[in-house]
Structure formats: C-alpha cells, structure tokens
C-alpha cells in the first residue's frame, strides 16, 4: 500500500511539473497560439478581482488606470504561479522517495527551485531532482527575461499606428475626419497606401496578439486611445470607401478589410469567444442603423467628397463589408474595456466572461 502510494504521489508530482513546464513554454517559446488553460485560470480570476474593484471608480478615466496594471500584474504572477506549482510537483516526488514529511520535502523544493542552498538531501535521484529543479528555476527567470522585451516592441509596434491614426482619423478616430481630411490633405487616389499600410498593421496584430495574447488587454499609454477602435475605424472607413465613394476600385481596400476581420476573428476564437463563421447580411444583421449610414454620407457628401447615386445599393455594400467583423469588433471592445467611440464601443455589449475551459461556439 505504501509502495502504490509512492508511486501515485510521484506520478502525481511529475504530472504537475511537466503541465506547468508546458504552459510557461506554450507562453513564452512556443512561436503560434496555443491555449493555455492555467494562464487563462490566471488572468480570468484577476479580471474578476479587477471587476469588482472597478465597481468603485465612478469614471473612465479611473477605470482605465486601474485596468491599465490588469495585464502587467497578470504576467508577472504567471511566474509565481509556476514557481509553486513546480515546487508542490517536486515536493511530492521529493516525498515519495522517503526524503521526509511533506513540510520538509517542500522546504527543499523550494531551496532547490530558487537556488537558495539551505536545505539538501542524500541520494542519487534525489541529487538529480535537486539539480533539474534548480535549472528549472533559473529557465523560467531567463524565460520571462527575454519575453518581456519581445512583447514590448509588439506593443510599440501596435501603438505606433494607433497614435498616427488620430492625425487623419481625428480623437475618437472615425471615418468622417478619416475621409474628409485625407481627402483634403492627400487626395482619395492616395487611399491605397493607407490600406496596406493597415493590412500590414493587422497581420502583425493577429501573429502577436495570438502568440503573446497578454498584448490584448495592454492599454494605449492615453486613456481615449485604443488599438480596437482604431481598427474598427479603418475598416469603417474602408467599408464607406468601397461601398458609397465613387472613385475607381481598389482592391487594396478589400484587402484590408479582409486582413482586419481574419485578425478579429483569430484573436476572439482565441479566447473561446462565440461570433458568426461567415456571416452574411441581411441574414446576420449589423450594429449600424440605416439611419446612421445615411447620416454620415450626407455628411461626407457635403464636405465634398464624390457619393454614388444608388445609395439603396451603396448601404447593402457597406452592410455586407462591415458584418464581416461587426461582431468580433464589439466584442473586443468590451472585452478590453475600449474608450467610448461611435460605431464600435458606443454599442458593445456589456463583457461576461466566458465559462474558464468551455469548448468553443460555433
């Protein structure tokens, strides 16, 4: 019986230390997204914590500084989070080979993990464990050491875009001062630069945001700034472009497009977030009224730029273009805590989190 219980208890305890050996490399090594679901058991707990202590900032400004430490503060206790799981897994194996009660073995394992030295033991396999242990320890520091600065220069990446995007597209960035100004400035014959430039811009997000997906909810150094409306705002912009301005076709646009809901979608299936695979309009209706449509085109007609004549046809363009990603792009909104802006987090639906290992919807 004893024997059957050794060897239960250091199964058990190898188990823990390779599933928590998995998770920090399927964070920091691992170059594609890959879930995790003790990294998602971090940050979804912490994020109910952060909830509760928003409850009593009554603005967004104070909100938006307290969600700002969210992310930070869930990385960092990945670490610690490793580090004790590690130390129970040997610990247990420490226990199973008769080195001695459980408080000890765990003292043990923690002088070994953290390369402390006060406490040792005997034996062969137990020097082996004592050993592996310590390495463990020192790769996760390293770990963390090279992750940070990879994560960094995706955010200035991510950020650099969003915060030249207010000089054209205004604060909330929108396509009304996206359009108007570009035209006045460039000329709308220029568009397609700035579609590449954001098709770009959205691989980019999709490869980092999915690979290092703590990126999500790092905050734009200003409060009003968010990488998802941002986005949300070129896409609009290109949707009107492609649907109602009447200058030559380009294809850029649509690509652009394309890049931007891919992202949206593979960075919200991520997170076993539910939204419509291939959804079509009028069978999957869109957040943006006819009425609000018709509002900005007049508005951009009366600043001078070129409208086309069936404006019937124009709306079902741009509804057909914009329900690609409509959904996933509210849902972001609310999942990061996104700045008021029109057309995107005006209209985003109030976050839940979604049940911690649910399968995900189609």
């Keep these: ?81 490793w580090y004790v799981l590690i130390s129970i897994g040997y610990a247990l194996m420490y226990w199973s080979l008769g080195v001695g009660d459980l408080l000890s073995d765990f003292r043990l394992s923690g002088s070994s993990l953290l390369t402390l030295g006060f406490a040792s ?6 020097s082996v464990l004592m050993f592996s242990e310590a390495m463990l320890g020192l790769i996760m520091v390293a770990l963390l050491i090279a992750y940070l600065p990879t994560m960094y220069a995706a955010f200035s990446r991510r950020e650099q875009q969003v915060n030249m995007l207010e000089v054209r597209a205004g604060n909330p960035p929108n396509p009304y001062d996206m359009l108007t ?43 009003e700034n968010s990488w998802v409306t941002a986005a949300g705002a070129v896409l609009d912009s290109a949707a009107i472009t492609l649907s109602s301005i009447d200058i030559p076709l380009e294809m850029s646009a649509a690509l652009c497009i394309r890049a931007g809901f891919l992202s949206f979608h593979r960075i919200t299936d991520y997170f076993n977030i539910s939204h419509p695979h291939d959804p079509t309009f009028p069978e999957t209706p869109i957040s943006v009224s006819h009425e609000e449509y018709d509002e900005l085109i007049r508005k951009l007609e009366a600043a001078g730029l070129p409208i086309k004549q069936d404006r019937e046809q124009a709306w079902i363009d741009f509804a057909g273009w914009r329900v690609n990603y409509d959904r996933t792009l509210l849902v972001l909104c609310s999942l990061v805590m996104a700045p008021q802006t029109p057309w995107s987090s005006d209209r985003a639906p109030k976050f839940k989190m979604p049940p911690l290992f649910s399968k995900k919807k189609k």
């Design 1 to 81: 019986m004893n024997l059957i219980l050794s060897i239960l208890a250091f199964v058990s305890g190898l188990g823990i230390v390779v599933l928590t050996i998995f998770s920090a490399i399927s964070t920091f090594v691992l170059p594609r997204s890959a879930r995790s679901k003790l990294d998602r058991l971090v940050f979804s707990v912490l994020r109910r914590l952060f909830e509760f202590i928003m409850k009593f900032a009554g603005s967004y400004e104070r909100r938006d500084r307290i969600m700002a430490y969210y992310a930070p503060i869930a990385l960092m206790s990945l670490v610690p989070t």
């Design 121 to 126: 033991a005997d034996g062969l396999l137990v």
């Design 181 to 223: 100004r570009f035209n006045r400035i460039h000329g709308l014959d220029k568009l397609a630069e700035l579609w590449k430039t954001w098709e770009v811009w959205f691989a980019d997000v999709e490869e980092s945001h999915t690979t290092l997906p703590a990126l999500v909810f790092f905050r734009s150094p200003r409060a």
